[in-house]
């Protein structure tokens, strides 16, 4: 009897652990970064209706702004790269659309004109 426990205790271990990849393990989120990258994940998964379609045509932008206006509440979605003003209701439906002035932000450093400027610039030490 005792043989048969220890036998069949063996073999449910060995078995147990070939069908382990069928069981789902939680994927485990440590540090900070990986639950930035979580926190961003599920919120473009659950953007819904037309604010889902602005997202995939224009990407993330970090001006957004939720108003409560009169107990209706709107959020507001800048992108000042493209020049472009999107105002939600609360079902995620587009209310408003603005054009503002473009601002190109960061790309001035790239695209500035260095004609005649001269890179050996000579010491005078």
């Known amino acids: 009897m005792k043989r048969w426990l220890w036998v069949s205790g063996l073999v449910l271990l060995i078995a147990g652990s070939a069908f382990a990849d069928a069981?789902?393990?939680?994927?485990?989120?440590?540090?900070?970064?990986?639950?930035k990258f979580l926190r961003h994940y599920l919120y473009v998964k659950n953007l819904t209706a037309d604010k889902r379609a602005i997202y995939d045509e224009y990407g993330y932008t970090p001006y957004r702004l939720r108003l409560n206006e009169y107990g209706q509440?709107?959020?507001?979605?800048?992108?000042?790269?493209?020049?472009?003003?999107?105002?939600?209701?609360?079902?995620?439906?587009?209310?408003e659309t603005h054009s503002i002035a473009?601002?190109?932000?960061?790309?001035?450093?790239?695209?500035?004109?260095?004609?005649?400027?001269?890179e050996d610039v000579p010491c005078d030490e």
């Open 102 to 118: 473009t601002e190109h932000r960061r790309a001035w450093a790239y695209e500035r004109d260095v004609r005649g400027y001269d």
């Open 23 to 35: 069981v789902y393990y939680p994927p485990q989120v440590t540090g900070r970064r990986e639950r």
């Open 73 to 95: 509440v709107r959020e507001q979605w800048t992108y000042y790269e493209h020049g472009k003003v999107f105002v939600f209701d609360q079902c995620g439906q587009l209310d």
